[in-house]
Structures are given as C-alpha cells and as structure tokens.
C-alpha cells in the first residue's frame, strides 16, 4: 500500500516556474514507477510525465517536452516535478501516482494503482 500527497502547487505567472513535489508512505517505495497526470476543468485527465522504479527512464507528454523534468529520490520517498515556462494551459489539478512495475513507466493513467488527492496549479497570463 502506498500513500501519496502532493505539494507545491499554487498561482503562478505565464513564464514562471513550479516544482510539484509528491511525497510517498511505504517502505518498499524504490520498486514503484511514479507519475504525473492533470486534469483542467472540463477535460480529461492528462499524461505529464513518469519515471521508472530506478529512475533511469523518463517519459514525457508531448504538451510538456522540453520544458519539464522529472525526478526521483528514493531516500526521501519523493517524487518531484519541475515545470518550466508556464502556460495557461498548463493550470489544472496535478496528481501524483504510483504503480509497482520495472521498466518504462506507464503512460496511461488507468496503469495507475495509487492516486494522490492533487495539487491544484493555476497559471496566469
């Protein structure tokens, strides 16, 4: 069983930066690939970014490339998001979530089996 929750989100100005962070309960954390999915008002729930249980392979959604990273630290059970050059698109709720399989990390959110309760991001133009 994992628990996850999220922080860092908040109001933020086109072109500005944010990093989500996701904290994980669990002793066997290492094993689990993590991401990064978000949903805007009125839209489905989106792929952002998913790394492996070891963190050495990382996935992005196309909306995201180039602009953000995604990292993992398995000391800290933590989970973070780095977002870069904001756009208003980017504003939705953020979630965190964790599913116990090596390889490349899933990229369908139904691959998922723990979900955090979110972090909403707002960006403003």
């Known amino acids: 069983q994992v628990q996850l929750v999220e922080s860092g989100g908040g109001l933020v100005q086109a072109g500005g930066s944010l990093r989500l962070s996701c904290a994980a309960s669990?002793?066997?954390?290492?094993?689990?690939?993590m991401g990064w999915f978000r949903q805007a008002p009125g839209k489905e729930r989106e792929f952002v970014a998913g790394i492996s249980w070891r963190g050495d392979r990382r996935a992005f959604g196309d909306s995201v490339k180039g602009r953000s990273t995604i990292s993992k630290d398995n000391t800290r059970n933590a989970v973070y998001l780095q977002m870069n050059s904001l756009k208003s698109e980017d504003t939705g709720v953020y979630y965190c979530?964790?599913?116990?399989?090596?390889?490349?990390?899933?990229?369908?959110?139904?691959?998922?089996?723990?979900w955090g309760q979110g972090t909403q991001v707002t960006v403003s133009s």
């Open positions: 979530a964790a599913v116990s399989r090596a390889g490349a990390p899933p990229l369908m959110d139904r691959e998922y089996d723990y």
């Open positions: 669990g002793r066997t954390f290492s094993s689990y690939a």
